[in-house]
């Protein structure tokens, strides 16, 4: 294929997308605002069941299937796969920082069709050592549940050094 035929295959196929965007845009506005509000409702549940670690009733809103991608070079780093495995990653962290962990969602949570992103500051303490996490979470939703997630942080070597350092540190005695 020349590049003069890739250039005419995509007027074709963006004349296709106005047309049919022109033709559904009065139904779908409408229907797509709902969605996406009710995904940005979703999401903020999300976060409110994690900050009461109600982890049971987070199975109710998310997929059996569900994959967070989590950045970075640390124990928690990576693409997990499942309820169970995304738990035990979240667990995780709770058990590494004594239940010191906690996210706020900063500013208002927005849409896009089926992606959800919210802006978020994790703080968490162990061992003597303190973490600030900020960056953006974006979530897919597909039927009214959330099946993908992405975690993206302004400072991820200083949460590769915090998990690093907190899994190499002995616990200190009990007094």
């Keep these: 294929m020349t590049l003069q035929d890739e250039g005419y295959h995509q ?15 009065e139904t779908s506005m409408s229907n797509a605002t ?9 999401v903020q549940t999300f976060f409110d069941l994690l900050e009461k670690r109600d982890i049971f009733a987070i199975t109710e809103i998310a997929s059996p299937e569900l994959v967070w991608h989590q950045p970075g070079k640390n124990r928690f780093s990576g693409s997990h796969r499942g309820l169970i495995e995304v738990g035990m990653m979240v667990a995780g962290m709770i058990a590494m920082t004594q239940d010191n962990l906690e996210i706020t969602v900063e500013g ?4 896009e069709n089926d ?10 303490e162990a061992k003597g050592l303190s973490l600030t996490r900020t960056g953006m979470d974006t979530f897919k939703v597909e039927n009214g549940i959330i099946v993908e997630a992405w975690s993206e942080s302004d400072n991820q070597s200083e949460i590769d050094n915090f998990w690093a350092e907190v899994s190499a540190t002995p616990a200190a005695a009990p007094m």
Excluded at 115 to 124: G, I
Aim: hydrophobic content about 40%.
């Design 34 to 42: 709902t969605t996406q509000e009710n995904n940005i409702k979703l």
């Design 11 to 25: 007027k074709q196929l963006n004349r296709c997308r106005l047309v049919s965007h022109l033709f559904n845009k």
């Design 115 to 124: 992606l959800v992103r919210a802006k978020v500051t994790l703080t968490a």
């Design 108 to 111: 208002p949570v927005t849409a």
